[in-house]
């Protein structure tokens, strides 16, 4: 079973019917049973950091034990930037600190949100990328990035002005900036290898 975090933070149905292609046990909840019972787990989002993680407050202690027990768990867009210590968004609140670092805002840049496709340059090899070419196009939507102190959690890039992580890998947590279930055949091929891991 694979479990899709439900708290509020924008449409699920999406990454529920991409996912679906490849694994029909696919559950949105916010349930912590339903949660700690998945084979992996998804936490996606779109929105304000500080608002998401007043909504993530009850279900901090489950993600915690997901990640501390080596379940498969990926984050999106916004639920990429929640794995970090804190964000500019909202500095007054902390978000999960998996990934030492910060979210910091696009600055000195053409046009705020970063929107539409961009290339993603693969700084290191792992399941995700599997039969995914370097520098295949994604679909973006956001106006922060991650910016992790551990510069070995970084498995791949974008440039937007500046180059900034868009991939991260920490052991078992995966996360994306970009919306691979927005992003045609190689975002699906993506979610494919996330569901395909062991």
């Avoid at 779109?46 to 202690?61: P, R």
Wanted: glycine share 8%; proline share 4%; hydrophobic share 40%.
């Amino acid at each position: 079973m694979i479990t899709i975090i439900d708290y509020n933070a924008g449409n699920l149905r999406s990454i529920k019917k991409a996912v679906e292609l490849y694994e029909r046990n696919v559950v949105i909840t916010n349930d912590k049973e339903e949660i700690l019972s998945a084979d992996k787990v998804i936490l996606p989002g779109v929105g304000n950091f500080g608002d998401a993680m007043k909504n993530l407050e009850n279900l901090k202690d489950v993600i915690y034990k997901i990640v501390e027990e080596r379940v498969p768990f990926l984050g999106i867009c916004l639920g990429m930037q929640l794995l970090l210590e804190e964000s500019e968004e909202c500095k007054d609140i902390e978000g999960l600190g998996i990934i030492k670092g910060n979210v910091v805002k696009f600055k000195n840049v053409d046009k705020i949100p970063h929107m539409g496709w961009n290339n993603v340059k693969k700084v290191k090899d792992i399941p995700l990328f599997e039969n995914i070419k370097d520098n295949e196009y994604f679909y973006f939507v956001h106006s922060y990035y991650v910016n992790p102190t551990e510069e070995d959690v970084i498995v791949g890039t974008c440039d937007y002005g500046i180059e900034f992580p868009c991939v991260i890998n920490k052991d078992n947590v995966y996360a994306t900036q970009f919306h691979p279930e927005k992003s045609g055949k190689v975002g699906l091929k993506m979610i494919e290898n996330f569901v395909e891991l062991i």
